[in-house]
């Protein structure tokens, strides 16, 4: 069953949609495991969600309730759930569920696309938890100097931190950024560094994977301290850690494709406009180099060609 652990809020739920119930003390898999919370709910619209469960509208699938509500057969309404089980059907954890009419969620639910509305939460989420966000450019892209060292210790034989064995390895590269803007947080130079894991496996394919001269917003994260001793128990010290570190998909947002991170930029211009008096003197803002500028004005002649 899944724990309480795994029950994330509502609003962080990856599958939202208006089901109706089916069937109590039911599963559409063998293997689910059946008790009072479990149900059997056909999916009528789908709201939001990943690719990989976006067409399940109209499919009967299996759904287990978290919390306290309780459900009723022939009951509409609208499950934030998570991804259980995988097999010849699903199953999802409920985090809550919502009577909701039919009607209204097709008048909130029109026109929007379930895949890009969860990604554009995503953005939006990871925007507001960002430590700093900038537009700019990657120049560089190098293995960390501290995993170069280790694999190069362990090639002669001599003794290193014992790695933990893992298939999760994340084959940590460091991409040197130079920034054109800082739209969010203060850094007091033109370029950061950042660590991101170029491995392919399950963990971290849909991290962003960096290479020179990719433009756009980054919105980057410190490396906490369970991030840290992850690395260092995979690849030694992190003695080339990179300042901040990118590790989902919305932290890379391309210039094209950028709408969302716009959005959110404006609306934080707006709230800190609300928050400064009207005679308040103006802060004082770093003026960027002539290289930056004249960078700047290159790219922007250049998307506009």
């Known amino acids: 069953m899944p724990t309480a652990s795994r029950a994330r809020s509502a609003a962080q739920a990856r599958f939202v949609f208006i089901g109706t119930v ?16 479990t149900a059997i709910v056909r999916v009528d619209e ?7 469960l976006a067409h399940y509208a109209g499919h009967d699938i299996t759904v287990h309730v978290g919390g306290r509500k309780r459900l009723q057969a022939g009951q509409q309404a609208k499950f934030s759930t998570n991804p259980w089980l995988f097999g010849d059907s699903i199953a999802v954890e409920s985090i809550d569920q919502e009577d909701v009419r039919r009607t209204a969620v097709r008048e909130m ?8 509305h ?9 925007f507001a938890d960002a430590d700093v966000v900038v537009s700019g450019r ?42 054109d803007e800082v739209h969010k947080g203060a850094l007091g130079q033109d370029t950061v560094s950042v660590r991101f894991p170029a491995s392919t496996d399950v ?15 980054f919105l980057l994260h410190r490396p906490s301290a369970a991030a840290r001793t992850i690395s260092r128990e995979r690849e030694g010290p992190l003695e080339d850690a990179g300042e901040y570190v990118v590790l989902r998909p919305a932290d890379f947002q391309p210039l094209v494709e950028a709408g ?6 404006d609306a934080l211009a707006v709230r800190s406009a609300m928050r400064q008096p009207a005679d308040a003197p103006q802060a004082p803002t770093k003026p960027s180099s002539k290289r930056s500028r004249s960078r700047a004005r290159k790219r922007s002649a250049k998307r506009h060609r």
């Open 22 to 37: 089916q069937k109590l003390r039911a599963a559409t898999m063998d293997d689910v495991p059946i008790d009072e919370r």
């Open 138 to 179: 990657v120049a560089s892209v190098r293995v960390p100097s501290d995993v170069m060292a280790t694999r190069s210790a362990r090639a002669r034989g001599a003794p290193t931190p014992a790695p933990r064995i893992s298939e999760h390895d994340p084959d940590w590269r460091v991409a040197d950024i130079q920034v």
């Open 260 to 265: 969302t991170v716009r959005r959110a930029i």
């Open 203 to 217: 963990m971290w394919y849909d991290a962003p994977k960096f290479h020179p001269g990719q433009e756009g917003f």
């Open 109 to 116: 639910n029109e026109g929007r696309d379930p895949i890009r």
């Open 46 to 52: 789908v709201i939001l969600a990943p690719d990989a």
């Open 118 to 126: 969860l990604a554009d939460r995503d953005v939006q989420s990871r």
